[in-house]
């Protein structure tokens, strides 16, 4: 298991979100009418870099080649389903009844919380008041600190007197005792009750019980009911996966830390099926491969961990399975703590179970192993990972002040995720060098996302180029036509190297792939 490493300067959140918001990477939904909370947008550098994650997972888990832990290729296919699926499928999945979050409303404020998220302080003296505040979220917790150190006229809380305690954990007449976090007086954090995180809608014209319909919140279930259609018509066998990216939707009580937890979201999920009892061998196999593989496109440093869930934390499906991890990265608003990157879990036959029954086929459902001769319901390790919360961890991964520079931050994206590959710039607008450089780009162009601009400085251009986290900037300067070479200036040294102008494409196809 990986040991996490100091922190080293971080940025804030409102660094990370005020880059996001100025150089185009995410904006609110519908901004114009002041936003919907816990939906978002992507800009233009936001979309290359989100598409960018996508398309290295795809093409890392269904593509290329992975060698198993049995010495064999790992067989994944893709599918794209609906985001509408038959009711059933969530009653089969216990999503309709079980997909729930307590939640709290303030009477006092109208906002509401995860109760699960809210903490208190206060003496324990049972005429005392509680202040409540959201848990990791430092400001809110010292606002908290600061109403009960003025409401009991003392400097600090004492240690010894003044304790944290969780909200759920709280008698009834404790809870009367509380100041929501958003308000002013006791009492008006009502009792927690059960909140579905299902978006329901309808289908067709009618509006009646007979015509809802949810959206799907994670794109497993689509994978899951599928299965069957996959076995019939393709050459799979056991072990194989299914790959899916795509939407999901959860109506989160309290969506918040940007884009870390929003109500319509994308996943990137597989469901390896394996033979019963080679669950831990896989299970382990895809822990290791999964942290691996976040670390090879930019999360390489001490803010990523791979944490093995206690058994208290398991899903009912989990508990006698070969375990359930998680990666989790260190958010500048988790911090010092981790946030959830994607979990990987060892779900058994649940899943094919479930379904089988609920739409009346049961047993017969069952897969047949034709070399065992042997029918069974496979068991299912299943790595399931946020292509919103990785885009989040890449930005705030790559966010690096550097008062040197014009920008005074740069993105350090991996080469491989950087929405622009190489910028082509004339160093001015005028001698031929906008002709030369636009001939490069075109070039270029041909098979990589670069970007061409003869105005402003050539200050300000490298400096927007840092911003939006492009690795490579080629300059056609007053010696490029005679010597017919650029100058090649490197995101994170700054150095510059001069190179022959027609092995442009090659020396950037070479970068690319070195670091592929
Ligand atoms: N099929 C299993 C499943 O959905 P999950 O842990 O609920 O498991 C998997 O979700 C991943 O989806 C999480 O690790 C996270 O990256 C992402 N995710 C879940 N809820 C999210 C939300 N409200 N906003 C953004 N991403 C979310």
């Given at each position: 298991m990986s040991?996490?490493?100091?922190p080293?300067?971080?940025p804030?959140?409102e660094?990370?979100v005020?880059?996001?918001?100025?150089?185009?990477?995410?904006?609110?939904?519908?901004?114009?009418?002041?936003?919907?909370?816990?939906?978002?947008?992507?800009?233009?550098?936001?979309?290359?870099?989100?598409?960018?994650?996508?398309?290295a997972w795809?093409?890392?888990?269904?593509?290329?080649?992975?060698?198993?832990?049995?010495?064999?290729?790992?067989?994944?296919v893709g599918?794209?389903?609906?985001?509408?699926?038959?009711?059933?499928?969530w009653?089969?999945?216990?999503?309709v009844?079980?997909?729930?979050d307590?939640m709290?409303?303030c009477?006092?404020?109208?906002a509401?919380?995860?109760?699960?998220?809210l903490v208190?302080?206060g003496?324990?003296?049972?005429?005392?008041?509680?202040?409540?505040?959201?848990?990791?979220?430092?400001?809110?917790?010292?606002?908290?600190?600061?109403?009960?150190?003025?409401?009991?006229?003392?400097d600090?809380p004492?240690?010894a007197?003044?304790?944290?305690?969780?909200?759920?954990?709280?008698?009834?007449?404790?809870?009367?005792r509380?100041?929501?976090?958003?308000?002013?007086?006791?009492g008006?954090?009502?009792e927690p009750r059960?909140?579905?995180l299902?978006f329901?809608t309808?289908v067709?014209?009618?509006?009646?019980?007979?015509?809802?319909a949810?959206?799907?919140p994670?794109t497993a279930?689509?994978?899951?009911?599928n299965?069957?259609?996959?076995?019939d018509?393709?050459?799979?066998?056991?072990?194989?996966?299914?790959?899916?990216?795509?939407?999901?939707f959860r109506?989160?009580?309290t969506?918040?830390?940007?884009?870390f937890r929003?109500?319509e979201?994308?996943q990137?999920?597989?469901?390896?099926?394996i033979?019963p009892?080679?669950?831990?061998?896989w299970?382990?196999?895809w822990?290791?491969?999964?942290f691996?593989?976040?670390?090879?496109?930019?999360?390489?440093?001490?803010?990523?961990?791979?944490?093995?869930?206690d058994?208290?934390?398991?899903?009912?499906y989990?508990?006698?399975?070969?375990?359930?991890?998680?990666?989790?990265?260190?958010f500048?608003?988790?911090?010092?703590?981790?946030?959830e990157?994607e979990g990987?879990?060892?779900?058994?036959?649940?899943?094919?179970?479930?379904h089988?029954?609920?739409?009346?086929?049961?047993?017969?459902?069952?897969?047949?192993?034709?070399?065992?001769?042997?029918r069974?319901?496979?068991?299912?390790?299943?790595?399931?990972?946020g292509?919103d919360?990785?885009?989040l961890?890449?930005?705030?991964?790559?966010y690096?002040?550097d008062?040197?520079?014009?920008?005074?931050?740069?993105?350090?994206f991996?080469?491989?995720?950087?929405p622009?590959?190489?910028?082509?710039?004339?160093?001015?607008?005028?001698?031929?060098?906008?002709?030369?450089a636009?001939?490069?780009?075109?070039?270029?162009r041909?098979k990589?996302?670069?970007?061409?601009?003869?105005?402003?400085?050539?200050?300000k251009?490298y400096?927007?180029?840092?911003?939006?986290?492009?690795?490579?900037?080629f300059t056609?300067?007053?010696?490029?036509?005679?010597?017919g070479?650029?100058?090649?200036?490197?995101?994170?040294?700054?150095?510059?190297?001069?190179?022959?102008?027609?092995?442009?494409?090659?020396?950037?196809d070479?970068?690319?792939d070195?670091?592929?």
């Open positions: 040991e996490p490493v100091a080293s300067t971080r804030t959140m660094s990370v005020s880059l996001c918001r100025r150089r185009g990477f995410i904006f609110q939904s519908s901004e114009i009418y002041g936003g919907i909370n816990g939906f978002w947008d992507y800009g233009p550098l936001g979309t290359a870099l989100k598409r960018n994650l996508k398309q795809w093409s890392d888990v269904v593509e290329r080649e992975l060698i198993g832990p049995d010495g064999n290729a790992v067989d994944i599918v794209d389903c609906t985001i509408i699926m038959n009711p059933k499928t009653i089969a999945s216990g999503h009844g079980g997909f729930n307590p709290v409303d009477r006092e404020s109208k509401r919380y995860r109760a699960d998220h208190v302080i003496r324990t003296a049972p005429d005392a008041r509680l202040f409540a505040f959201l848990e990791s979220d430092d400001d809110a917790k010292a606002k908290a600190i600061k109403t009960l150190c003025k409401y009991e006229r003392i600090s004492d240690p007197s003044h304790t944290m305690r969780l909200f759920t954990t709280l008698s009834e007449t404790d809870r009367a509380c100041v929501g976090p958003d308000a002013s007086a006791p008006s954090l009502t059960q909140f579905s299902m329901k309808n067709g014209a009618i509006e009646s019980d007979d015509s809802s949810y959206l799907r994670e279930q689509g994978i899951f009911t299965f069957w259609n996959v076995v018509t393709s050459r799979v066998k056991v072990p194989f996966g299914i790959a899916q990216i795509g939407k999901a109506n989160e009580v969506p918040r830390n940007f884009t929003s109500r979201f994308e990137m999920e597989i469901e390896f099926f033979r009892e080679s669950a831990p061998e299970y382990r196999w822990r290791d491969e999964r691996r593989w976040w670390q090879s496109i930019g999360l390489g440093s001490g803010n990523l961990i791979l944490r093995e869930h058994r208290d934390e398991l899903a009912h989990a508990k006698e399975g070969a375990g359930t991890s998680d990666i989790e990265y260190r500048p608003f988790t911090a010092p703590g981790f946030g990157l990987i879990a060892h779900r058994a036959d649940f899943d094919l179970k479930a089988a029954t609920h739409c009346g086929k049961g047993e017969k459902l069952r897969y047949f192993d034709q070399e065992r001769n042997e069974y319901f496979p068991h299912v390790i299943e790595p399931s990972a292509a919360r990785g885009t961890a890449l930005l705030c991964e790559a690096t002040p008062p040197a520079r014009a920008s005074g931050v740069y993105m350090k991996h080469p491989r995720m950087a622009i590959k190489a910028a082509v710039y004339p160093l001015v607008n005028k001698e031929g060098m906008p002709e030369m636009e001939g490069i780009y075109r070039s270029l041909k990589h996302a670069v970007e061409f601009d003869e105005k402003q400085s050539i200050g251009r400096a927007r180029m840092d911003e939006a986290g492009t690795p490579f900037c056609v300067d007053g010696d490029s036509l005679s010597s070479t650029v100058t090649v200036r490197h995101r994170d040294t700054l150095a510059q190297e001069r190179i022959a102008a027609d092995q442009v494409g090659s020396w950037l070479d970068k690319l070195s670091t592929a």
